[in-house]
């Protein structure tokens, strides 16, 4: 098990104390006062004394979530209550987070966007069976791919990068990933999503390299040998 999963396994024996829901102030660096004059008592707001930033299991399924934030996003927060109509905003922490987190995947997710299309068009075809007319074969003119099939690469290729090191291991990153042309569209001119690939920004870059490098290459030995020949 992955250290994560033992804390996961090992809450459900001893629950951790579940965080109360707050919004506090750092406290501020001591301000140094030339004058004899009592100190101000200390506010009793304490720091994180390891790590600012916690996510640790607190029970089996329930997390605590420790971070600090900027005013602005303090402001948001806010006012995204408000826009809920959430009162009490403080109290409601966890599910206005929530809410902006549901908002922003369905905005954002492949795959969410994925299931979405899938519904409609299945509702569609049930209303009416049109007679779509689809030139699978034509030499695509431009770069431009649907975003349907920008989806359906992410979930053929399961949200993660398909880049296979010398060992044959998968990459394991999920975030941030490009969908690439395994066979550049400056060659064939497809956007077929057969020849497309998820690949994370490191892997993206590498095969660009070697992709774009090689072909620059093999130009460049052609011009050479048609300068060569009379
Ligand atoms: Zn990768």
Redesign the pocket.
Known sequence: MKRRETEEYIVAFRPKPVFEPSIRKRPSPPVQVESPAPAPPRSVVETPKSSPTILQPARPAVFNFRFSATLEFKDKFERLAEVLGVENAQNHMAEILENALDIALEKKDPKQKLDRRRKKQRARTVTSRSNEIVNKDEPAKSRYVAAEVLERVHERDAYQ?V?RGSAGRR?A?RAGLHIDHSDPFGIFHSNDELIRRL??P??NGLEAERVYGSAFIRRKIEARRKARSP
């Open positions: 990068c880049y990459c990153a690949l994370c490191a892997h």
